[in-house]
Structure formats: C-alpha cells, structure tokens
C-alpha cells in the first residue's frame, strides 16, 4: 500500500518569497501532522490535524506559517515571505486515529533551502 | 510537559559489536515512548514503541528497547550491529492526557565500521 508522499522532495527558493508543501497522508489515516527537522536537530512539531477539529497550531514558529487540509485527505504547509532560517526537512507524518498511542507514519520529506 | 534527551551525537560501533543508543525522558505523566530510525535520504520509520504494556519492547530489525520507569530511560539495544544498521536514531515522547504530538530527541548518527 502507498505510504505517505511528499512533494516536491525538494525546494530552493529566494528569501522573501512564498512556498507551498504538499502532504498527501495514508488513505484512511485521520490525523495529519507537520514537522520541521532543521540540520543537526530532532524533530520540531508544527501543527496537527485531526478530522474536522480545529488543528492544534501550537507549533507554528510565525505568523508566516500556516496549514490546510481539505476533509481527511491532502494537506498543504505555506511559508510566507521565506527567511533563511526557514532552511529545513518538512517532514508530515499520519496516523490511523487521534491516540498519543497512534504509530505516525512519516513522508521522506522536502528538503527546503532558502537562498 | 514531555521532553527527550539523547546525549552526544555520534555512535561509532564495529560490525557485530553491540549496539547501544540512550534516551531519557522527562514527563508529569505515564509516558508512550517511540523509537525511529531515519536511513539516508528517507523518511522515519518506526522500530519500536512503548505503551505501558511490557517493559521490554521488541522492535523490528533486532532491535529492543527496556523502559525503566525508575531511571526515566528508555535505552535502544542490539546485540550485533550489521552494516545496514548505519542510520540516524530518534528517541521520541508523547503522553497520555497530553498533546498528541511527538516531543524528539536531537538524534543520533550510529556509524558501523567493518
């Protein structure tokens, strides 16, 4: 079966402009979350969302960062106004339901450079 | 609030050596425990979690992890490391009660020489 994809798997961009990360999870899979994994760090959680709840947006780092997700399916992360030391792996992981118990399945990532 | 601590960065182990990677944990709460590993250029994988079931957990690719709920750890093991084992290793932590995000660690390389 198709596990979770990513694109693009990478993104070089100019500082100032925007950028769209897409996330399409397992199908059937209802929480959705995003991760930024910057060079030589773990894992920083960003946002998640489960079914039709409001997402839990305790991570985003700025006002520049935001998310969607149409229903239980595709996600899209944003960046405005992109900023050097938005330079990292967007990692979107999901899993079958909401438990804290709940493997997350993880994408390869897009590797995201800011120049 | 959870938190996740793997000290230093870099493994270094020869081929059949064991394999020994720490992580401690810090959480109010009755902790769920995880370990992933990351290969080259691919995403996270789980090898093992704990969920207040057995202490000794089995995980994929002879890999096992103990908690110790005395010692707040939750160190990964295997007895004889095999060259595809070289990959970064992730300890991570979420809680019952609590958010249901991932807490990580910093990682760790493992690095296997023959």
């Known amino acids: 079966g198709a596990g979770v994809s990513q694109s693009p798997s990478n993104k070089v961009t100019e500082k100032g402009k925007d950028v769209e990360l897409r996330c399409d999870p397992i199908s059937g899979h209802t929480a959705l979350y995003w991760y930024r994994q910057r060079l030589g760090q773990g894992l920083e959680f960003l946002i998640y969302?489960?079914?039709?709840?409001?997402?839990?947006k305790s991570g985003l780092p700025s006002d520049r960062f935001s998310a969607e997700r149409t229903g239980e399916s595709v996600s899209t992360l944003t960046i405005q106004r992109t900023q050097q030391e938005d330079s990292a792996v967007y990692l979107c992981?999901?899993?079958?339901?909401?438990?804290?118990?709940?493997?997350?399945?993880f994408g390869p990532g897009t590797r995201l450079l800011v120049l | 609030a959870q938190s996740v601590t793997q000290l230093g960065s870099h493994v270094s182990v020869s081929e059949g050596a064991l394999v020994l990677l720490r992580c401690n944990y810090s959480?109010?709460?009755?902790?769920?425990l995880f370990w992933y590993v990351q290969y080259p250029n691919q995403g996270l994988q789980l090898l093992l979690k704990y969920t207040s079931a057995a202490t000794l957990v089995k995980g994929i690719n002879g890999f096992e992890a103990e908690f110790k709920k005395s010692e707040t750890s939750f160190h990964l093991t295997k007895p004889s490391a095999h060259m595809s084992d070289a990959a970064e290793y992730f300890c991570a932590v979420s809680a019952w009660g609590g958010s249901e995000k991932l807490v990580f660690g910093k990682g760790m390389k493992l690095t296997v020489n023959p």
């Open positions: 969302f489960q079914g039709n709840s409001a997402p839990d």
């Open positions: 992981a999901s899993s079958l339901g909401s438990g804290v118990q709940e493997t997350q399945y």
């Open positions: 959480s109010s709460v009755p902790p769920y």
